[in-house]
């Protein structure tokens, strides 16, 4: 299992760089007008449908931020260490004191969609860039439900973040050059599923603040979305359609991943994980459906193809190495083993052009996950204590030429460069 | 294709022997040096009941599971089975036990055994451990923890196992401070 529950959080690291990368650029600019404007059509209307907002609470992944461990659910108190002292999420619960009874609609909407709290900004270690696009019956339905929960007292912690980065001006003027908040507006030429697909990915599931690569100011690139981004030492992959059919993902393959966390293509692994178990393996099978046609950019059935496997080649280096380390639980034919350990034949982390989440598991492995009573996977152990460069090196060139479409043309001096980021 | 491999098992070369393709080492170890102890459990490497242990030069012990990995990943190494623990004549008569496998004993940490290979092998490297590196008293229960939480045993209920390493631990000179 994840043995810490700091594990959960690959936004973490975008959140220490924006804090140290960008928090002095922006106080300079504090000293700017922000202003927070309130929500368009807001009254504060407690009315929604409080069984919807639990449903996109769900989706949007809430709980896991807004929960310490072993903490009471909503009650905040979660720590986000970054290099100036923790930050810590927030009681939203609707206790009146402590949690956010005392919102009233135009004030939660403000915090949902501006990063403005009643005392003043949010850190955007709250993904409101993404949530701004929610719209303003979704955030109803989910302030419904929050104001439905059962209160609970449990005073925020204060940030142990130091001056000057507790400045939060400096945040105002983050705001103002970096978050850009838009209504979400289907696109005509699309299908309604695709449109829904979009919505929830990118509003609620807030998939870009990891996917999407950031810039100076450590906003989302649009021009760049989903990309793919490197977080804790992993990539975030690159989700964009062209890429996700080029792998031949199919819209089974993506709703077995989301929902069951394994499948034709590989498992999830890193920061995915939590987020299939607490989230995505939540969505009704209609939107779902939705996902798939956004990330796959169609809603026509695709044919899933043969899974790589070009032979092995016992002449090279990568071939002793495979059957000696890996070929136990992927496989003698890199077939896998169900519940244990993915194929390599067709596994989607090998066949990308970037080489950094296959070194990156051989050096650090993975944790072992755990889904229902029917479905886990064993720990990979990590090899960064036992096999040098040089064999990391045979071995990441042997499965991509083995089992992908990828050239098995790695240099010492990638895996060494790789390493250094990754083991940092 | 076979291969050849060659090896120090128990400080005895072994090889070259030459081996067929996708030979996981447990099977090796069974069917080619006829070294039965080492216990075949899940298969999946999730009991841990198969671990040995692979020396490095400066005698450094890793623990591995050999029914997940390849006899590749053992050729040229030294390495340890549960045959090599206890003190052997030159007949081949076991004349003592390690101090593992007396405290298992005494402790009645086992009952039929499958597992106790791997929890021996594990207590040992355990040991050597905390030799090179002595701990705090304090420190004990959570460092055997750490060391003993993937072996699983379906018979004693891994009490007993616990408590044997531990007692042996606080009653060794040198392991702790
Ligand atoms: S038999 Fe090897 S781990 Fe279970
Ligand atoms: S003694 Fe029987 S499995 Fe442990």
Redesign the interface.
Known sequence: MISSHQRHFPRLKRIQNLLSHNLLLTLGLGLLACSSSAADDSNSSKSGDIARGAYLMKIGDCVACHTAVGGRELAGGLPFETPFGAVYSTNITSDKETGIGKYNYEDFFDAMHHGVGINGNLYPAMPYTSYSLLTDEDTKAIYAYLMSTKPIKQANRDNDVSFPFNLRFGLKAWNLVAHDAKIFTPSKDKSEHWNRGNYLVNALGHCGECHTPRDSLFAMEQDKHFQGAIIEGLEASNITPSELNRQNWTHGDLKSLFTKGYSRKGTVFGGMYPVVYHSFSYLTDDDMQAVSSYLLDTDEVIEPQALTFNGHK?ELPGY??Y???C???HG?NGEG?PN?APAMAGNATLDKASVHNVVAVMLKGINSQHYNSTTSF?AMPGYAD?LHDEQIRDLANYLRLTWSTQPGNLDVKTIHNLKEVILK | ?S?SIKLTINNQAVGPIDVA??V?MIEFLHEYVNLTGTKFGCG???CHACTVLVDDEQGIS?VVRT?????????GKRIRTIEGHAKQNSLGEITALSPVQEAFLEHFSFQCGWCTPGFVNESTALLERLKRKPIAKDQVEKVIEDALSEHVCRCTGYVKYYAAVKDLILNTKGLTL
Do not use: H, S, W
């Open positions: 016992p002793t190495l059957k000696g380390y070929a136990g639980c003698q083993k244990v064993y036992e | 294709m291969q393709d996708g996981m999946a490497g999730v890793e029914c997940i990995n390849g006899v590749e990943r053992f050729n």
